[in-house]
């Protein structure tokens, strides 16, 4: 280990950076401690002098207090990439990254800069093919099937990144799920959502589909402006 104590050492300031009251400095310092320990195949009881976590942290997130079906899958496609859970809390309107060490960060991170980023593609594809004509029923059901497939693509995506770069080593796997599991509990009950069967626009779903192909879902890991760069056709 001795080759890594200087990208320790950063990987610990990054880290202490990611206490910051300062949330965007804290975001990114959490987003580069992670590219780090990724790229030096690190697990959090390295930089911990192989002391391995004690407990789980959480990071909270505003969102509405009702979440459409894509954002729901959005956030769980996140918490799988990250080695995080998620907990909404629909009467505050907020949402509850819940994970160790500098996972939760970047997937609070990654959600935030995903969720902004697809609305804005969304947007722009209703700019582009609804009319003053287009009744609002069919508006809405264009609307949340691009949400649908911009969101299948990029969970997709995520999933791949995390199998060519893993998150966590294994053998502390089952010592942050334990950590996390425990940290929920504490929360008291949850509940959970069955999601209903969606009826599906199949242009506007494709299209949601190709763009999502397009989306810098780096963003949220390196910090890097240029990945996440998306320019509409």
């Given at each position: 280990m001795e080759n890594n104590n200087p990208v320790i050492e950063k990987i610990r300031?990054?880290?202490?950076?990611?206490n910051s009251c300062n949330e965007h400095e804290a975001a990114l310092a959490a987003s580069h401690a992670q590219r780090l320990l990724s790229e030096h195949n690190l697990a959090m009881a390295?930089?911990?002098?192989e002391q391995k976590p004690q407990s789980a942290d959480k990071v909270?997130?505003?969102?509405?207090?009702t979440l459409p079906k894509w954002v729901r899958y959005l956030s769980a496609g996140v918490c799988t990439a990250f080695d995080c859970q998620a907990i909404h809390h629909p009467a505050l309107g907020k949402m509850t990254?819940?994970?160790?060490?500098?996972?939760?960060?970047?997937?609070?991170?990654?959600?935030a800069y995903l969720d902004k980023t697809v609305r804005?593609?969304?947007?722009?594809?209703?700019?582009?093919?609804?009319?003053?004509?287009?009744?609002n029923r069919q508006r809405e059901l264009m609307r949340q099937s691009y949400y649908l497939g911009a969101v299948s693509t990029i969970?997709?995506?995520l999933r791949e990144q995390k199998v060519q770069t893993p998150i966590t080593p294994g053998a502390l796997v089952p010592v942050k799920e334990g950590l996390i599991k425990k940290a929920m509990s504490d929360m008291g009950p949850i509940r959970t959502l069955r999601s209903r069967r969606s009826y599906i626009d199949g242009h506007a779903y494709e299209k949601g589909q190709q763009d999502g192909h397009r989306v810098g879902i780096n963003k949220g890991v390196t910090g890097s402006k240029s990945s996440g760069t998306f320019i509409p056709r």
């Open positions: 300031k990054l880290l202490a950076l990611a390295d930089i911990e002098s909270e997130a505003t969102v509405s207090k990254f819940i994970g160790v060490g500098a996972d939760v960060q970047v997937a609070a991170y990654t959600f804005k593609l969304c947007s722009s594809y209703i700019k582009q093919h609804v009319t003053d004509g287009t009744p969970t997709g995506r």
